[in-house]
């Protein structure tokens, strides 16, 4: 089976930083867009950040400036860097592939998810 495995979250300060990675498993995944989502009951499955295979990237607006979305080939591995957190941040992260310029999930779809809380 085809897998994506987050890791990296954790529970930090307002203010602090976390670098969120994505290892892919299964198959050669270097060409793929993918991206990364958060999750709260508030605002349901959002959007965060994607890259393309070129390494164009989109951000929603609450984290322009402050993230930062990266990919290895090499390693078949995603990151998210994760800079001046706030309160509002705290979500549980996915990252998946998506269909390039879109924020839709395509196969192998989403992995397990790390939980980010920020407290102030």
């Known amino acids: 089976q085809v897998q994506l495995v987050e890791s990296g979250g954790g529970s930090v300060q307002a203010g602090g930083s976390l670098r969120l990675s994505c290892a892919a498993s299964?198959?050669?995944?270097?060409?793929?867009?993918m991206g990364w989502f958060r999750q709260t009951p508030k605002k349901g499955r959002e959007g965060v950040a994607r890259i393309s295979r070129n390494g164009i990237t989109a951000y929603v607006d609450s984290v322009k400036g402050r993230f930062t979305i990266s990919r290895d080939n090499a390693e078949n591995t995603l990151y998210l860097q994760m800079n001046g957190l706030k309160p509002e941040d705290t979500a549980m992260y996915y990252c998946a592939v998506v269909l390039c310029g879109t924020w839709s999930v395509t196969y192998p779809g989403w992995g397990q998810g790390t939980q980010v809380t920020v407290s102030s």
């Open positions: 299964g198959y050669t995944g270097s060409s793929n867009c």
